[in-house]
């Protein structure tokens, strides 16, 4: 008889322990459960862009004004005040020929 009082006392101070206690106070952020964790299962690594429509779209931007760079020359601006020449950047190709002899 006294074992079985024994037991379920045992038991009581056990279903005590796993209770919620409201006074004990965690700082930071709250600790995932091993119910979420378990319920999440495997998921692949995704890159960082995935998911993120703003960012996809600006580096798919930047890749195709690079690939525009080397098909089209960029826009030179003059002086200022519109008369002097500064010759050419790039320098003059002495070998192309860009027009017809009319003969």
Known sequence: ???KEAAVAAKTKAKAARQYHPEVKVEGRRGTSKQILENRGLV???K???GNARVANREKYTKLVKRRKGAVQEMREGASDGATYEGEATGVRTHLRK????S
């Open 1 to 3: 008889k006294e074992r």
């Open 48 to 50: 960082k862009k995935a």
């Open 44 to 46: 692949r690594h995704r």
């Open 99 to 102: 027009s017809l002899k009319l």
